[in-house]
């Protein structure tokens, strides 16, 4: 049915000019009837006109129809809609809950005039999550009428969703220059709805194997990186104006790393974190551990062993390959800042009990440097071993025994296991 201008001169609940009555019946209540004009009924609802076509109109006419109690309001609006100019319909809806009642009751009406204000009204006012999940109901009901509505609940196109995630990635790197701080929000915002959209999404995790998308992952790291270098080159003078607030710059940049780090994880990335991290540490370390920051930079300090915690990790368990020579320097180069710092940090007051590092923290670097000490040739292990056991009445963090253990039996028993297995094979003995 085609929806026509309405007639005029008719007024809803006028009944003296009435000639049928309508009626939405509850059940265990008394009726209440409503006083309708057939020309508007049928003119505005297919529903209304297959009824009235099948009975006398007369002065007593009556219609009677099944109502949910929890609708009774909604119908009841419908038939006063009916009697509003179309363009009239959209304002008179105050919100979005009672646009989806109507909408409810008038496509069970077969209104078309109303359903399609209904849904142009819905379509341009913003949803809350349980409105939106009342909206997608309704909206399975309509059919093509629905396209609109369905367009914001619909999943975007990848090519939508990669462009939204690059843009994400460069305010959560601060890639955009300059960096205004007012856009710090944002740069969180962006962090965390990055987390939230790759979390076991499996279309999302396509998107991030993208080429585009890894190249400005990239390209964020490299740029999170250099801010750490400039504001650890700017340090002293910063430090000698306002100590807590250089620390502060320097602790949200390590912050913005840590974040991409864990990120880097999740997307099969590490490698490029580990190899950066490893070669920026050498300055990064001689800036902290300068004579002039000895009695503070405490924050700093651990948030560091954080950071190399997550590289530790990923060299340690495979997940990041590395030469042996890389793996021996990063070690070599962390070890003793760890052992110190953790020293100086458990000595701490009661009152900078938040530097304290957490314990699972301390037990994972711990596990990852066993790991990467037992995956290094025996020689190396040895270096690594007679330093720690020189110190270890000093450092009693990170405890090594475990690969000291390790080394001392495959140290015993090297020599006969491979002679004895080159020379069951049909090999010349090797000579140590």
């Not at 008394?30 to 007369?58: A, T």
């Not at 999404?201 to 400005?216: H, K, Q, Y």
């Not at 994880?265 to 300055?283: G, L, Q």
């Not at 004579?291 to 700093?300: I, R």
Request: glycine content about 4%; hydrophobic content about 40%.
């Amino acid at each position: 049915m085609e929806p026509a201008k309405l007639i005029e001169g008719y007024k809803f609940g006028d009944h003296t000019t009435c000639d049928v009555r309508v009626c939405f019946k509850l059940i265990d209540e008394q009726p209440e009837w409503f006083s309708c004009h057939s020309p508007v009924l049928s003119q505005s609802s297919k529903y209304f006109s297959d009824r009235l076509g099948q009975i006398d109109i007369c002065s007593n006419s009556c219609i009677e129809i099944e109502c949910p109690r929890v609708e009774y309001d909604h119908y009841v609006k419908v038939l006063k809609l009916m009697y509003l100019p179309g363009e009239s319909i959209i304002d008179s809806f105050d919100s979005v809950k009672s646009a989806v009642g109507v909408l409810r009751a008038s496509n069970s009406l077969g209104c078309e005039l109303i359903t399609k204000s209904c849904i142009e009204y819905i379509e341009a006012a913003s949803w809350d999550e349980s409105e939106e999940e009342e909206i997608l109901e309704v909206a399975r009901c309509l059919g093509s009428e629905a396209a609109s509505l369905l367009a914001r609940l619909q999943a975007p196109s990848a090519d939508a969703v990669k462009n939204v995630f690059i843009s994400a990635i460069r305010f959560a790197t601060c890639m955009e220059t300059p960096f205004h701080p007012f856009l710090d929000d944002l740069k969180t915002s962006a962090q965390e709805q990055i987390d939230f959209m790759i979390h076991e999404d499996d279309d999302t995790a396509l998107i991030t194997m993208d080429e585009d998308v890894r190249s400005v992952v990239g390209e964020g790291l490299t740029k999170l990186l250099c801010a750490l270098r400039t504001g650890l080159d700017r340090l002293a003078t910063e430090f000698d104006q306002s100590p807590d607030q250089a620390e502060q710059r320097v602790l949200c940049s390590l912050a913005d790393i840590d974040w991409i780090a864990n990120f880097l994880t999740k997307i099969e990335m590490m490698h490029n974190f580990v190899s950066a991290w490893s070669e920026i540490s050498a300055h990064v370390l001689s800036v902290i551990q300068d004579k002039k920051y000895s009695s503070g930079l405490w924050a700093v300090r651990a948030k560091l062993i954080e950071v190399t915690g997550k590289a530790l990790d990923a060299v340690g368990y495979g997940s990041v390959v590395l030469p042996t020579p890389s793996r021996v320097h990063f070690l070599k180069t962390w070890l003793p800042y760890i052992q110190m710092t953790k020293l100086l940090l458990d000595g701490k007051t009661k009152d900078e009990a938040s530097l304290l590092m957490d314990s699972d923290l301390c037990q994972n670097i711990e596990s990852a440097i066993v790991s990467m000490v037992l995956a290094l040739p025996s020689d190396d292990q040895a270096d690594i071993l007679e330093e720690w056991m020189k110190k270890a009445e000093q450092f009693r963090y990170p405890d090594l025994t475990e690969a000291f253990e390790v080394w001392c039996y495959r140290s015993k028993t090297a020599k006969r296991r491979l002679v004895g297995g080159l020379n069951g094979a049909g090999n010349p003995t090797v000579s140590f």
